[in-house]
């Protein structure tokens, strides 16, 4: 077993819940990478993934989906038809999650060992290094494929939730989302 300290903190180790926790979003919005560092991590390894908009696609789809294969007369098939619809994302999303954590605690173990190496005078350096470098690219095209499993799964969340509440679909829009969070109701902002 891995000891990971919690950050910014040197006496408190961390106990990893999301190990027995079921799959869940509330789990999801804990463990999934944040958009700021999976968008460095694209720049710097020069990987060429668009992580816009997947959200949105992915709410479309699944409304698409729920539209055309999902009964459409509320009862309780209808309601456990629609959560057994996010189940899969949701865990397909926490098993990425998972192996981009684990890619990245091997990637920096590989990297300690190259600096110590390096620091103690070691002569397989060159094989050291390619292993860290293979590691860490590793664990960046992990955190990019978990950050997209974990925008898919809350993009397929909406539209469920949409579809359990009897609601129609209709795509995101932060405007109207913003006027329902603050207002209570959808409503055009005032004229200022």
Known sequence: MRIELTPGMTNVVRFPLERRMKPSLDLLWEIAPDSREVSLVIEAFG???????????????????????IRPEPGAQRRAALDELLRPAVERAEAACRRAHEAAAAAVAAQRLVVKAQSEGGYWMSPLEERATDRSN????????????????????????????????RPFDAEEEANALFFGEARPLAAG
């Open 47 to 69: 990987l060429d993934d668009d992580i816009d908009g997947i959200r949105d696609i992915a709410d479309r789809e699944m409304a698409d989906y729920i539209a055309n294969n």
């Open 138 to 169: 590793l664990a960046a095209r992990l955190l990019v494929d978990a950050h997209i499993a974990c925008d898919e799964a809350r993009g397929a969340s909406r539209a469920i939730r949409l579809a359990k509440g009897g609601e129609d679909w």
